[in-house]
């Protein structure tokens, strides 16, 4: 099993389509109030793999 953590900003949409998935766990950082993504959010995303997926 591999483990991917990466973070990026996401918005609500974005978040409704990983949250059903349980390769991913996304945990939210902070609200993005600096104007650079209206509605966003920082997020924290950990995604776990098979190490021969591809």
Avoid: W
């Amino acid at each position: 099993m591999i483990t991917l953590t990466y973070e990026m900003k996401m918005n609500d949409f974005g978040m409704s389509l990983f949250k059903d998935n349980p390769s991913f766990d996304i945990e939210i950082i902070s609200k993005v109030e600096d104007g650079s993504f209206e509605g966003g959010y920082h997020v924290k995303v950990t995604e776990e793999r098979d190490e021969d997926a591809e």
